[in-house]
């Protein structure tokens, strides 16, 4: 058993490595306070199965500027899909469809300072995810 903690009013954020693709695996959380007595709702089991993603190379792929503040500029040598963007609990928190276009302007405004992912697909169904910083 393992025992892992949080501070009030916080969001826990765990990583797990050395997992393997297409494995389920559950995980089990109890709330327990300092003086041992566990929470009346019981074990929260999360099941999840992970997945191979394969990243594919997008021909042209060009992100800029990175950081970006206001506008995020992406250029690919063929047809914009879908454009996501997570935050670093894997949160998504911006999704764009730039219709087909060769070029879109991605708008990070409002967005708080750090570290983001960028996923990006073509038109082919080929994707790359990014690491994106906000100012």
Not at 53 to 76: C, D, F, H, R, S
Not at 82 to 98: K, S, T, W
Not at 128 to 135: D, G, N, Q
């Amino acid at each position: 058993m393992r025992l892992l903690g949080c501070l009030p009013n916080t969001t826990p954020n765990y990583t797990y490595t050395n997992l393997n693709d297409n494995t389920t695996y559950e995980f089990y959380s109890k709330a327990v306070d300092v003086t041992g007595n566990t929470s009346d709702a019981g074990d929260v089991v999360q099941n999840t199965t992970l997945a191979a993603i394969e990243e594919q190379e997008i021909k042209g792929l060009v992100m800029y500027p990175n950081p970006a503040n206001n506008t995020l500029n992406i250029e690919i040598d063929g047809a914009l899909d879908d454009i996501e963007i997570y935050n670093e609990l894997g949160q998504l928190v911006r999704e764009f469809a730039p219709q087909g276009m060769s070029a879109y302007p991605v708008d990070v405004s409002g967005l708080e300072g750090g570290v983001y992912f960028i996923r990006i697909w073509d038109k082919n169904g080929r994707q790359v995810t990014m690491k994106l910083v906000a100012e």
